[in-house]
């Protein structure tokens, strides 16, 4: 999450890139890596528009801020990993830009870029306002420990500072909504409608869907399979050790759901499905556990 947000000369795919292009209708859109840096260009073959790229964000697929009058502008093309090249933004589809101006890209409002700012870097929104000068790319940990820094700081002037809340003391369902301020809430997915497979992103909505589920026991917690501080672990294997302290194959006390007639490991392999959202080229994890069968309806 560190990288949730990167300068763009810190950007290493950008660097790995160094050209990228993607014609829809009459415009070209082509990104250029320099060693001075990426420049974002649309044609549509007689006039051009050119600006520096500033920011780019996520991991899994690149959005490119560029600063323009407003502090950000979200082009149509994004670059997906998984594709290695540039596609459609998630939803733009539908968009048929009618000139130069529009194919450049969509001025995001004040409200949307605090928003994005808000859940992809830190130090960028206080007291409501976009507070750039101050802003730390990525989600750093004064970002989800508030007044970490500041106590850290007056610590080491021998002064008390602000003592940060303890999130290692969150239930389960508090941990989810503090993770789902970024991930999304089971109440703003409900409330927002977002119903349908793109939800999948949404794990604390997912999760709290799982019949394993129940808000008030630390063996099923966001914090149980992820290290906040650390890179994502891939694979099943290291999850397993998660599902058997409650679907125990022998009479630990401590197991008491039951147990799989299927198999003895790798659990989320079946039971926490991939999904690849549609149109977007990114696949996720549903953390809805359940027995998934081949052609069932997603559930929702
Ligand atoms: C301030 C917003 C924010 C909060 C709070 C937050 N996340 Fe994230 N998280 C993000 C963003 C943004 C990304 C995407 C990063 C990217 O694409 O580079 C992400 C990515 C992740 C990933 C995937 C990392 C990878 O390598 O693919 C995991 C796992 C994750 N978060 C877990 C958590 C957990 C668990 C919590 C709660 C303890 C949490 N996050 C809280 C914003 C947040
Ligand atoms: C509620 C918090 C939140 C807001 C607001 C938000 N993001 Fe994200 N964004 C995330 C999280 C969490 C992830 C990683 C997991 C995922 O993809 O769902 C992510 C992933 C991404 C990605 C990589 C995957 C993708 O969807 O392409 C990009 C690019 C991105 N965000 C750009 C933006 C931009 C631009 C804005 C503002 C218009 C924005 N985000 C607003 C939380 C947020
Ligand atoms: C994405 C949010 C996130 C970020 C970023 C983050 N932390 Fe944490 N941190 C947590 C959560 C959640 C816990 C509780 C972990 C648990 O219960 O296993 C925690 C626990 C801790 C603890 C144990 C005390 C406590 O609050 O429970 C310390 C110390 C800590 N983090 C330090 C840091 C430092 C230093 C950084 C920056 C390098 C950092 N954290 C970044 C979310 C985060
Ligand atoms: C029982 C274990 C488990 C719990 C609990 C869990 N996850 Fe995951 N999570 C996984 C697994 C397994 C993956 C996929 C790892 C891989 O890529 O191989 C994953 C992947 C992710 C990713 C990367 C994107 C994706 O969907 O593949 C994010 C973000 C994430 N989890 C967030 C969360 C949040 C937020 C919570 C709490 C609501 C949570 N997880 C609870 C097991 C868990
Ligand atoms: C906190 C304890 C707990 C954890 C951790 C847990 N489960 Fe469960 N799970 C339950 C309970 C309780 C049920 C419902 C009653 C039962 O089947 O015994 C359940 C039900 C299930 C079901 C049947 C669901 C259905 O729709 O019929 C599957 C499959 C399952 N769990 C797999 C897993 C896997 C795989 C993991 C790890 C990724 C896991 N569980 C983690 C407690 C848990
Ligand atoms: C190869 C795929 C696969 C793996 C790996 C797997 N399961 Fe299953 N599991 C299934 C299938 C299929 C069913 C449904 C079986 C049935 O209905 O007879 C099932 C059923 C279950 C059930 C419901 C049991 C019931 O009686 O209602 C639970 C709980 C469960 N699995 C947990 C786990 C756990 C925990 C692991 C890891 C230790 C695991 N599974 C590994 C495929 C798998």
Same mark, same amino acid.
């Given at each position: 999450?560190?990288?949730?947000?990167?300068? &763009?000369?810190?950007?290493?795919?950008?660097?790995?890139?160094?050209?990228?292009?993607?014609?829809?209708?009459?415009?070209?859109?082509?990104?250029?890596?320099?060693?001075?840096?990426?420049?974002?260009?649309?044609?549509?073959?007689?006039?051009?528009?050119?600006?520096?790229?500033?920011?780019?964000?996520?991991?899994?697929?690149?959005?490119?801020?560029?600063?323009?009058?407003?502090?950000?502008?979200?082009?149509?093309?994004?670059?997906?990993?998984?594709?290695?090249?540039?596609?459609?933004?998630?939803?733009?589809?539908?968009?048929?830009? &009618?000139?130069?101006?529009?194919?450049?890209?969509?001025?995001?409002?004040?409200?949307?870029?605090?928003?994005?700012?808000?859940?992809?870097?830190?130090?960028?929104?206080?007291?409501?306002?976009?507070?750039?000068?101050?802003?730390?790319?990525?989600?750093?940990?004064?970002?989800?420990?508030?007044?970490?820094?500041?106590?850290?700081?007056?610590?080491?002037?021998?002064?008390?500072?602000?003592?940060?809340?303890?999130?290692? &003391?969150?239930?389960?369902?508090?941990?989810?909504?503090?993770?789902? &301020?970024?991930?999304?809430?089971?109440?703003?997915?409900?409330?927002?409608?977002?119903?349908?497979?793109?939800?999948?992103?949404?794990?604390?909505?997912?999760?709290?869907?799982?019949?394993?589920?129940?808000?008030?026991?630390?063996?099923?917690?966001?914090?149980?399979?992820?290290?906040?501080?650390?890179?994502?672990?891939?694979?099943?294997?290291?999850?397993?050790?998660?599902?058997?302290?409650?679907?125990?194959?022998?009479?630990?006390?401590?197991?008491?759901?039951?147990?799989?007639?299927?198999?003895?490991?790798?659990?989320?392999?079946?039971?926490?499905?991939?999904?690849?959202?549609?149109?977007?080229?990114?696949?996720?994890?549903?953390?809805?556990?359940?027995?998934?069968?081949?052609?069932?309806?997603?559930?929702?």
């Amino acid at each position: 999450m560190a990288s949730a947000l990167v300068l &763009q000369d810190s950007n290493p795919v950008l660097k790995t890139h160094p050209k990228l292009s993607l014609r829809r209708g009459m415009y070209s859109y082509l990104i250029e890596t320099l060693n001075n840096g990426s420049t974002y260009t649309v044609t549509d073959g007689n006039n051009s528009n050119s600006v520096p790229i500033v920011w780019s964000f996520g991991l899994k697929s690149q959005t490119l801020g560029l600063r323009i009058r407003r502090p950000l502008l979200r082009e149509p093309g994004e670059l997906f990993r998984s594709i290695d090249a540039l596609d459609t933004t998630i939803g733009d589809n539908s968009l048929h830009p &009618q000139t130069l101006l529009e194919a450049f890209g969509r001025e995001l409002s004040d409200f949307e870029t605090k928003s994005c700012f808000g859940c992809h870097a830190t130090n960028a929104v206080s007291n409501d306002r976009l507070t750039l000068d101050g802003m730390i790319p990525g989600i750093k940990c004064e970002r989800c420990h508030t007044g970490a820094e500041t106590h850290a700081q007056a610590i080491s002037e021998g002064k008390t500072g602000p003592i940060p809340g303890k999130l290692g &003391q969150l239930t389960p369902e508090e941990t989810s909504n503090f993770c789902g &301020q970024c991930h999304h809430t089971w109440e703003r997915v409900v409330r927002d409608g977002l119903r349908g497979e793109i939800n999948v992103r949404f794990q604390p909505y997912r999760m709290a869907n799982s019949k394993c589920y129940d808000g008030g026991d630390r063996r099923l917690s966001c914090t149980t399979c992820h290290d906040p501080h650390r890179e994502l672990v891939r694979g099943a294997a290291p999850y397993d050790a998660k599902c058997k302290a409650c679907h125990g194959a022998s009479a630990k006390a401590s197991a008491t759901a039951k147990s799989c007639r299927v198999a003895t490991n790798g659990c989320a392999n079946c039971h926490m499905p991939k999904l690849e959202l549609p149109g977007g080229h990114m696949v996720f994890t549903d953390h809805q556990i359940r027995v998934a069968r081949a052609g069932d309806p997603y559930p929702n």
